[in-house]
């Protein structure tokens, strides 16, 4: 079973900085994707960015260039560098992590999410 933990939700004013942190944990085989979702009150969550093994990204519209996905895959860590933050990036954010999880004899697929973490905005 694989378990993720995240970091660095909190309040901060409009045009302010916060950085999420993300790790992943358990018997981890390979990790592919990892991600950022938000809630949004018309979905259960929407992307917000995802990062590939590769380091391949892709990001919502709504966050090009303000927002950086980033991730260690050494430490099955990925961070969303958030900038420029407006009140309408006021969510709870969760982390997810998709892959393999066991041994390379004996592995099977797992999609895993955080608990969440609180952002919010003010203006």
């Known amino acids: 079973q694989v378990q993720l933990v995240e970091s660095g939700g909190g309040l901060v004013q409009a045009g302010g900085s916060l950085r999420l942190s993300c790790v992943a944990s358990?018997?981890?085989?390979?990790?592919?994707?990892m991600g950022w979702y938000r809630r949004v009150p018309d979905k259960e969550r929407e992307l917000v960015a995802r990062?590939?093994?590769?380091?391949?990204?892709n990001y919502a519209d709504s966050v090009k260039g303000r927002f950086t996905i980033t991730r260690d895959n050494a430490k099955n860590t990925v961070y969303l560098q958030m900038s420029n933050l407006q009140p309408e990036d006021t969510s709870v954010y969760y982390c997810?992590?998709?892959?393999?999880?066991?041994?390379?004899?004996?592995?099977?697929?797992?999609?895993?999410w955080g608990q969440g973490t609180q952002v919010t905005v003010s203006s």
């Open positions: 997810n992590a998709e892959g393999y999880s066991g041994t390379y004899y004996s592995s099977a697929r797992f999609s895993s």
């Open positions: 358990g018997t981890i085989y390979r990790v592919n994707v």
């Open positions: 990062i590939g093994s590769s380091g391949s990204t």
